[in-house]
């Protein structure tokens, strides 16, 4: 079936250390890509998407490509920030659909 | 705009008794979808309403169910609870055009504890 496969956290880093977090999926179809993020004691909110190959979806300075030929969509950040530290959640769905398929989340801890 | 607002924000109830929790989507939105999340199994889809109409369903038993009234809000129920039902039951609200089109915006969640 569908699924979404992160790499396992904890993720440590410094702050101003880039930031890579691994995320790939399978897929019968052609899924948009998405990566949501859960600041602690709070729910998830959308970080970016991408709806077609070779898309890169971006904001706050966290950025991710989707590539099909590699079925990835790894998330970056050149320079991160103590209030990057959340858990960050990888996620697929098909088009007129509101089920979204969730990898199992990496933590990531950012210290001063 | 008020956001996603999901009541209670914790419970504690028994094995075998039955759960009931509450979502409020934003103003204007007519899907509803709610997910289970739990440190073993991460984020699994539940359902989603829209319209008042179960629009998806997840691989879950008889035992969870939800339903949508004509103001949007929805509820959900698990019955018969087991221990391995605490969770943290998270509630999402959209315009419905499905998550590629329109944002899904995610209340702050209920956390459940069955013992």
């Known amino acids: 079936g569908d699924s979404v496969t992160q790499m396992e956290g904890p993720v440590t880093l410094s702050e101003e250390a880039f930031l890579t977090i691994n995320c790939t999926y399978t897929?019968?179809?052609?899924?948009?890509l998405f990566w949501y993020v859960q600041y602690p004691g709070e729910g998830l909110q959308l970080l970016l998407k991408?709806?077609?190959?070779?898309d890169k979806g971006s904001n706050k300075g966290f950025e991710a490509t989707y590539r099909k030929e590699t079925t990835s969509f790894h998330l970056e950040k050149g320079s991160v920030q103590v209030s990057d530290s959340a858990v960050y959640f990888c996620a697929l769905a098909f088009y007129n659909t509101d089920k979204l398929i969730f990898g199992t989340g990496t933590r990531l801890q950012v210290f001063p | 705009k008020a956001g996603v607002t999901q009541t209670p924000r914790y419970l504690i109830k028994t094995r075998g008794q039955q759960v009931t929790l509450s979502c409020s989507p934003i103003s204007g939105h007519r899907s509803v979808s709610w997910y289970q999340q739990t440190p073993g199994q991460g984020l699994q889809f539940l359902f989603e309403y829209f319209s008042e109409t179960q629009r998806n369903k997840g691989n879950f038993p008889g035992r969870f169910s939800g339903r949508q009234f004509s103001n949007s809000r929805s509820e959900m129920n698990v019955s018969t609870l087991e221990l391995g039902d605490s969770a943290l039951y998270l509630c999402?609200?959209?315009?419905?055009?499905?998550?590629?089109?329109?944002?899904?915006?995610f209340g702050p969640g209920t956390r459940l504890t069955v013992t």
């Open positions: 897929a019968t179809g052609y899924p948009s």
């Open positions: 991408a709806t077609k190959a070779d």
């Open positions: 999402a609200s959209s315009l419905g055009q499905g998550p590629s089109t329109d944002e899904q915006y």
